[in-house]
């Protein structure tokens, strides 16, 4: 409480908008504290009162002002080719801005697989060039946060540990959080008894699927995919992808958009 507020600029490159979506839904800590009491959000698309010129302008204010001390969370990434023409921020290639926005940054969040990874809209042939964010700034400790979206509650979590402790918290190979990103969503899954015993759904909305069996055999990449889903959930553990009855695609995972996720069975 007596500490000020740790400035964070958010920027949006080539994404959906849905982590931020997300975020704002985040319970424990409530977004609405993080944003209010916790963190001084500088600049954020979605949720800033200012637009255009203005938001612009406060923009360069606080870099200026908090030069080397604040956090840069980056929701999207940048598309490369043609110089970058595929997605204008403020009049220019949103990489510029990425770049230019990174240079005084303490740390750079990688929100969602957008960022972290790329995700569907790097989808092969990948004709814009989408290219995550590690890639483009490579002189800055990055946490890379995946999913599509991240689960709330990890994206409020991980600002608060790092403005509670003054460091990133301790990442696994590839550069996530281990504390939620340390298990597959198959460790946790309250279908997994079924797996163990043979039980699984054959075909959608058959009699094993309305008896809420494993989704295996209906492609599910839970054994695959490293997150928190069947642990924390979705809208303060109402449900996740599993539990509304579709297998989960992985979508934490790198390349998971090429790699048969979508309604391929095994
Ligand atoms: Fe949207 Fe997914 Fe990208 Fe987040 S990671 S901006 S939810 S497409
Ligand atoms: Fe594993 Fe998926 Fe079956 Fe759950 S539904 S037990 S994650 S294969
Ligand atoms: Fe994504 Fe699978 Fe969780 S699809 S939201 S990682 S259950």
Not at 34 to 54: C, E, F, K, P, T
Not at 193 to 214: I, L, P, T
Not at 219 to 227: A, D, L, Q, R, S
Request: net charge negative.
């Amino acid at each position: 409480e007596t500490k000020p507020r740790t400035p964070v600029i958010w920027v949006n490159g080539l994404e959906c908008t849905c982590c931020s979506e997300s975020f704002i839904r985040g319970a424990h800590p409530l977004a609405k504290d993080v944003v209010l009491s916790m963190i001084s959000l500088d600049y954020q698309h979605v949720l800033m009162a200012a637009a255009g010129h203005a938001a612009e302008a406060a923009l360069e204010e606080s870099i200026e002002k908090y030069k080397g001390n604040y956090i840069l969370a980056v929701e999207g990434n940048p598309p490369l080719n043609e110089d970058g023409m595929f997605c204008i921020s403020a009049g220019k290639p949103f990489v510029e801005k990425l770049r230019h926005v990174a240079k005084d940054a303490k740390a750079v969040i990688s929100w969602g697989a957008c960022a972290s990874y790329g995700c569907v809209q790097a989808a092969a042939p990948n004709p814009t060039q989408a290219t995550p964010v590690h890639k483009v700034i490579t002189d800055k400790p990055i946490i890379k946060v995946p999913g599509c979206p991240p689960i709330a509650e990890v994206m409020t979590s991980v600002i608060t540990y790092m403005l509670t402790f003054d460091r990133l918290p301790e990442l696994d190979r590839q550069g996530r959080p281990a504390m939620f990103y340390g298990q597959r969503i198959h460790d946790k899954c309250y279908r997994r008894a079924h797996f163990d015993a043979g039980q699984f759904v054959e075909s959608w909305d058959d009699d094993n699927a309305r008896k809420g069996y494993c989704l295996y055999k209906m492609g599910c990449k839970g054994p695959t995919t490293y997150n928190a889903c069947s642990t924390i959930g979705f809208n303060e553990g109402v449900s996740f992808p599993i539990q509304s009855g579709h297998g989960c695609i992985g979508c934490s995972e790198d390349g998971f958009w090429d790699q048969g996720s979508f309604y391929n069975r095994v």
